[in-house]
């Protein structure tokens, strides 16, 4: 049994204008909340919050909105709590709360579910479709986006090395932990199948990363957190795979005359359900 990875919300928040920039692309899709056409303030779910710079976005777009964070990780509840936390200048609030998001049932009309960069951590997510569903309230979206990148070579390198004959005993599977997604086509139709309006598409981001070892760098924020935490403090060893791991990543992604290019896929997708379904 794998214990939960401890996350570094100062390392993960070092990309943070390339992280920010799909979470934008998804705003961007999501229609106008019911609960605001009506006059009153929305209610959002953020799953998989992180350190919160993300979810205070939804109060720049919904400022009256009532905003709560669900996170598992303590170190990013911590970090969004201290800077995010608090009501905003549109008469809401935004607030962070620890939850498991593959247990977390709403307990009350949303007008927005959202989860950016998160499902992929979360096996079985789909299975919670229906209940996410249920409680929306007419009109109210759900949506989400999750990297659809773990064939590349940044990901595929990393299982491959966490499988060989040195690392085997003590970091099998922990590198491909977060393989948990549907292929586009199919969360289309899982969510279609719930009387949805749904919109699925996918975008490969060409990121150009600066400075030495970038890669490495980007993936310490997240699919190392897993093997870093496997590690258990054992400086000497993490020493060793991070160098292992860092002489891979050269070879796939050489440095280029402008920096690093660093191509990204991702899965989007925003459901609405329709106002006439009462229910
Ligand atoms: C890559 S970060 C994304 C954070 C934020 N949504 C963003 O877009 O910057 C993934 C987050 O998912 C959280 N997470 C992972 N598994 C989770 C689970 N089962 N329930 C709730 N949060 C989870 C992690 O703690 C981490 O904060």
Redesign the pocket.
Known sequence: MHS?PI?DPQQ?LRHSTH??RP?LDLLARIPELPAAARGRSPRIA??????G???ALLAERWPGARITG????PE?LEQAKTHYAGSTDGGGWLDFRP????H?TPDEPYDLII????LQ??PNHPESFPDWTEGLAPGGTLAFQVPANFTAPSHALLGELCETPQWRARLTGHGRRFVHILDAADYLTRLADLGLDVDVWETVYSQLLQGEDPVLDWVK??ALRPVITALDGDDEAVGEFLAQYRDLLRKAYPPGPHGTVFPFRRVFAVATRTREATG
């Open positions: 939960a996350w993960y992280r920010t979470f953020d799953l998989g919050c992180g350190p710079n993300v979810t669900f996170d598992l990780s990013m939850a498991d998001a593959a977390w989860s950016n960069a998160a951590w979360v924020g997240t």
